[in-house]
């Protein structure tokens, strides 16, 4: 046995939450497996939590499970994007033992060429890794002024009522997270739908003392399908941002 079969490599899981993906979920899962193959610490899996998607989502991401024993398929009720992460984070950590979780959309709006320099990060102490459009070298360049206007504000009001001013893009949905700090968060206190999931879930582990760090993305346009983000989404994100204050 060489040296390097003897190291214990860290096990990454990608959690992706789908509800009609048909065009997107395929390519997304391949980009990843590309990047694990430049890997040499690591071992990645895919858990696609899938909301019970009407088109062929599931079908796809079964053909692959055929022929890949590090991709999964969890199924459920469609609750949002926040109850969807939760059941992937509890199976990621609980079945799949997963040291580190990559929080990614699957639509293709999230550049999964950048997933070593999250891990970069995650090796030198970090225990949370955002991909962040509001950094220098971010970009939305696709978003409409108003979505932009809307997402600018929504960010700074979380920053100072959740007291979390240093991080610049608390609503982002491409993250690196540590295992250890998700073990002990009580999901039932979080909101479980899109932006408010995802700004709650920063600023709780922020409050744990999670060292969290921000790299820069450009966020473009989703490659096929339409936007799961609805107008009920974005009233539950501004009525959550009181709560984040009072927790």
């Not at 079969?5 to 590309?34: A, D, H, M, R, W």
């Not at 922020?206 to 936007?227: C, L, M, N, Q, Y």
Request: net charge neutral.
């Amino acid at each position: 046995m060489d040296i390097d079969s003897k190291v214990i490599k860290k096990n990454i899981c990608f959690v992706l939450p789908t509800y009609n993906e048909e065009g997107n979920i395929e390519n997304t899962i391949g980009q990843i497996l590309i990047e694990e193959k430049k890997q040499n610490q690591y071992v990645f899996s895919v858990l696609v939590v899938d909301d019970n998607s009407t088109d062929q989502t599931q079908a796809i991401v079964k053909r692959i499970i055929d022929s890949k024993d590090n991709i999964h398929l969890l199924t459920g009720e469609k609750k949002g994007l926040g109850d969807a992460y939760k059941r992937g984070f509890l199976h990621a950590v609980d079945i799949l033992k997963a040291d580190v979780i990559f929080q990614m959309d699957s639509d293709g709006q999230h550049d999964v060429s950048l997933v070593p320099q999250f891990l970069k990060d995650i090796a030198v102490d970090k225990d949370v890794v955002i991909g962040s459009r509001f950094i220098k070298g971010g970009a939305t360049p696709d978003f409409s002024i108003f979505r932009l206007l809307i997402s600018r504000i929504g960010n700074l009001l979380v920053r100072y009522a959740g007291g979390v001013t240093a991080i610049k893009d608390c609503t982002s949905g491409y993250r690196a997270i540590k295992t250890s700090f998700l073990k002990d968060i009580d999901f039932t206190y979080l909101s479980t739908r899109g932006y408010s999931f995802q700004s709650s879930l920063i600023c709780d582990l922020a409050w744990r003392g999670a060292v969290i760090s921000e790299t820069p993305i450009v966020f473009s346009s989703r490659k096929a399908g339409d936007s799961k983000l609805s107008l009920r989404d974005q009233i539950e994100f501004l009525l959550n941002i009181p709560r984040l204050g009072f927790r």
